[in-house]
């Protein structure tokens, strides 16, 4: 699986959707790259591994929205 971490690249206002994806987490938007040969799956499940399991919130929180735009929403 790959490390999220890896591939953040800063901030910014203007990206191309077939290279980078965000990752909205309340106020800020985290933007990476996008690994060569990982699934849209495969992305999800790296954001949610890296945003909510290891923050240990995975009964308040999930991963909303679609490659390249990714939130971070509490559950209902």
Known sequence: MM??????????????????FT???GSDTHV???PY???DKDI????AVAFI???????????TGRYPNYRIEERN
Do not use: C, P, Q
Not at 53 to 63: F, G, H, I, N, Q
């Open 37 to 39: 040969g990982e699934s």
């Open 3 to 20: 490390a999220i971490g890896n591939y953040h690249v800063g901030k910014v206002g203007n990206y191309s959707t077939r290279k980078f």
């Open 23 to 25: 990752v909205e987490d």
């Open 53 to 63: 399991d290891e923050m240990d919130y995975s009964l308040e929180y999930r991963v």
């Open 44 to 47: 999800r499940i790296a954001v």
């Open 32 to 34: 990476y790259e996008r």
